[in-house]
DNA sequence: TACATCATGTAAGTGGTTACATGATTAG
DNA sequence: CTAATCATGTAACCACTTACATGATGTA
């Protein structure tokens, strides 16, 4: 939340349908859990109401403390060393299924990569021309998600014809 | 748990160790949540307390009710679509510090990949040699670790010179 | 006898999801 | 006037972490 009001003012509103084409596909949240934490971020002291519309519409800003704390999280907190698959977690049980189950679920890991390969390529074109911050930078981490999928899917082919 | 049970009966003691050297590389957890969970699938009735040992020990076994719900969850249940990050979330909000903090970060995260290369191999020594389904499992884990590793430096210092 | 290791648990709190609940405004 | 969209929130629940708490057994 703090990063998106990075680039301008926005009503939660606003900040949900944003989040839903760019950080949703790198950390998924759900429209309540951006209400809450918007509410929090106000509490604490961290952004501002500037501004209230029709519909109960409030107008989120960042403040001074709002741009302290975000930029600490960026150069000062260390990502999470381990990140979390229960796609690879059940690759250490597959003996417990017969062969071609085991098969079928690695190549169905090929084919999600595939469908994902595909869902980046038409984020792409939305965010292809843009020279705001959001663009430039969701750039890079597209290309990230580009070559992640490219590698899933080669290991799923190879690991399915490792199973005998 | 039920996964780790499917290979033998074992206590909480055990498992945790088990755990520590497998599956916590592609899905954390605590000492605290292991024994809850344990406690949680012996009240449902998917596992079983064995064997009572010295110092309060117990031993556990799956069951056939354990053993269907853990095939259950392989075949059946679909896998999350997008794997939380928050290295990649930083990267959307780079604008937010100078061009040198955020070369720097991706710099760091670069070598981060390197080290975690150097992890899987010194893991690797350890599955290396087993034919338990774990260890034959584990190491296809182990290859795809390594393919995201060696993805996710290049990414990094490729990234790196893309700031401006 | 002292230290390492074996061994299990609980309480408080945070992060996150699901489901529910409500209503105003605008465009056709 | 009616449907889509704008717009916000809460309650209950589950997953997970942090910190604390305790004690038995084997071995040097």
């Not at 209400?35 to 500037?50: F, M, R, S």
């Not at 800003?61 to 704390?69: C, D, K, M, Y």
């Not at 595909?118 to 705001?132: K, L, T």
């Amino acid at each position: 939340m703090l990063g998106l009001l990075s680039e301008g003012p926005a009503s939660g509103y606003d900040l949900l349908k944003l989040f839903d084409v760019s950080l949703a596909n790198v950390w998924p949240a759900t429209q309540s859990q951006l209400y809450t934490e918007l509410g929090k971020l106000a509490d604490a002291g961290l952004v501002d109401v500037a501004a209230q519309g029709p519909r109960g519409r409030k107008e989120y800003t960042i403040n001074e403390r709002g741009l302290a704390e975000l930029r600490h999280w960026i150069t000062d907190v260390e990502p999470t060393r381990v990140v979390r698959s229960d796609m690879l977690l059940r690759v250490f049980f597959l003996a417990q299924v017969s062969p071609e189950q085991a098969r079928s679920y690695l190549r169905r890991q090929a084919e999600l990569a595939t469908k994902q390969l595909e869902h980046i390529a038409s984020i792409r074109e939305f965010v292809e021309r843009g020279d705001d911050n959001l663009s430039v930078y969701g750039r890079l981490a597209l290309e990230y998600g580009l070559g992640l999928a490219e590698s899933q899917r080669q290991w799923a082919e190879w690991a399915e014809g490792q199973i005998r």
